[in-house]
């Protein structure tokens, strides 16, 4: 059920620079915004970016956001170890009428 | 502040029914889309249905159409999901979610198991 692609896995140590791609189609990422959520286990996620690239108030300057064409990324410089959580894109589908979500990508601090 | 509380969750038979509010504060429920999100246990987020702000469009997921039906009270501040003909798959946690130019806030969840 899951439209949008994503990693199943990224890792990195503190202090590094890791990425999470996001890959969909012309009807959803490719005609509309990106947003990307953080969560942990037994909690509801979070809003981590905003229409591709914009921060919400109160999320570190570490996450950035990027799209282009069909995919997106979200960026975390600076890793650290209480950004270790999943991760998951969405975007609205227009052929679909439905938001879809990204398979979800598990971050680990090394 | 934004809060989304979700309600009614619990312990149902397959073939039974169960409804699910949300109740909103901290926002003008009014104006703002809402969603119905769900996760099975160890799983993805999976979308379940929306409903635009005045109630009278909706959409449905293929897996639940024609059994769950969303609805909203805007009088109340409260969104609703009702939920029928439960099958063993339905098993979730269901979230109440906000849409503000693209989703954004999410409720703390209503775990829904159906189990005999």
């Known amino acids: 059920q899951s439209v949008l692609t994503q990693p199943p896995s990224v890792s990195g140590t503190p202090g590094q620079r890791v990425s999470i791609s996001c890959s969909g189609s012309?009807?959803?990422?490719?005609?509309?915004?990106v947003n990307w959520f953080q969560q942990f286990p037994g909690t509801a996620p979070k809003l981590v970016m905003s229409?591709?690239?914009q921060r919400p108030s109160g999320v570190p300057d570490r996450f950035s956001g990027s799209k282009s064409g069909t995919s997106a990324s979200l960026a975390i410089s600076g890793l650290q170890s209480e950004d270790e959580a999943d991760y998951y894109c969405?975007?609205?589908?227009?052929?679909?009428?439905?938001?879809?979500f990204g398979t979800g990508t598990k971050v680990t601090v090394l | 502040e934004v809060q989304l509380v979700e309600s009614g969750g619990g312990l149902v038979q397959p073939g039974g029914s169960l409804r699910l509010s949300c109740a909103a504060s901290?926002?003008?429920?009014?104006?703002?889309?809402m969603h119905w999100v769900r996760q099975a246990p160890g799983k993805g987020l999976v979308w379940v249905s929306y409903?635009?702000?005045?109630?009278?469009?909706?959409n449905y997921a293929d897996s639940v159409k024609g059994r769950f039906t969303i609805s909203r009270d805007n009088a109340k501040n409260t969104l609703y999901l009702e939920m029928n003909s439960l099958r063993g798959e339905d098993t979730a946690v269901y979230y109440c979610?906000?849409?503000?130019?693209?989703?954004?806030?999410w409720g703390q969840g209503a775990l829904v198991t159906v189990s005999s």
């Open positions: 979610v906000r849409d503000s130019w693209g989703i954004d806030y």
């Open positions: 901290g926002f003008t429920f009014i104006d703002k889309w």
């Open positions: 409903v635009n702000n005045d109630g009278s469009v909706t």
């Open positions: 012309s009807s959803n990422i490719g005609s509309g915004t």
């Open positions: 229409r591709n690239n």
């Open positions: 969405a975007a609205w589908d227009d052929s679909l009428n439905a938001y879809v």
